[in-house]
């Protein structure tokens, strides 16, 4: 079935630092693909999303490209903050009717200053 | 202005007690969702509804009970509650549940913690 791997975390990365968060995807088909961000104590935030091959998804300095040849949708910032502390969760949609979001396990990031 | 609201946020209770979650979107969606997260962060569909019916099942428990009296509200009752039910609950909405794309939007949690 449709699901996905995402690097396991914790990351730990100081101020300014350049972070990448991998994902890949096994699916039938070209999925959406998104990144989700849960900061600590809250809900689920979309922070981007992909709906087809090489498309960028972009937000907040954020950046993931759908490359369908690695199916890979690796999250990307240049120079992260303390306030990009959170858990970022990649997901796509389960492949059949009303479709709910297979996510991946979550990776959690702690930027120190 | 809340999207996807959620009452309640927190929640303690006994082993064996019987407990309701509320969820309502006012975003317009037909369909609604409720997702399960674990202590590990893992985040699983539990159910999801369109339109006031049920669509997906997995494999819950018959302990839980979604209700939708409209499709603006999705409720969650749980029965005889153990202690592996302890989680956060997320409920969801989504345009159709279906369409290329559609973004879900997902309500604070209710933060379920048995004794």
């Known amino acids: 079935g449709d699901s996905v791997t995402q690097m396991e975390g914790p990351v730990t990365l100081s101020e300014e630092a350049f972070l990448t968060i991998n994902c890949t995807y096994t699916?039938?088909?070209?999925?959406?693909l998104f990144w989700y961000v849960q900061y600590p104590g809250e809900g689920l935030q979309l922070l981007l999303k992909?709906?087809?091959?090489?498309d960028k998804g972009s937000n907040k300095g954020f950046e993931a490209t759908y490359r369908k040849e690695t199916t890979s949708f690796h999250l990307e910032k240049g120079s992260v903050q303390v306030s990009d502390s959170a858990v970022y969760f990649c997901?796509?949609?389960?492949?059949?009717?009303?479709?709910?979001?297979?996510f991946g396990k979550g990776t959690r990031l702690s930027v120190i200053a | 202005d809340t999207a996807v609201s959620q009452t309640p946020k927190y929640l303690v209770t006994q082993m064996g007690n019987d407990k309701s979650i509320k969820c309502e979107q006012n975003?317009?969606?037909?369909?609604m969702y409720w997702y399960k997260q674990d202590s590990k962060k893992f985040l699983k569909i539990m159910f999801s509804?369109?339109?006031?019916?049920?669509?997906i099942n997995e494999t819950v428990p018959n302990r839980f009970s979604p209700k939708s009296p409209d499709k603006a509200h999705l409720n969650l009752h749980i029965n005889s509650l153990e202690l592996g039910d302890s989680a956060v609950y997320f409920c969801?909405?989504?345009?159709?549940?279906?369409?290329?794309?559609?973004?879900?939007?997902f309500g604070p949690g209710t933060r379920l913690l048995v004794l």
């Open positions: 975003l317009g969606h037909d369909t």
């Open positions: 997901a796509l949609p389960r492949n059949s009717g009303n479709t709910p979001l297979v």
């Open positions: 992909a709906t087809k091959a090489d």
């Open positions: 699916a039938t088909g070209y999925p959406s």
């Open positions: 969801a909405s989504s345009r159709s549940g279906g369409a290329h794309g559609e973004t879900q939007y």
């Open positions: 509804y369109n339109n006031k019916e049920l669509i």
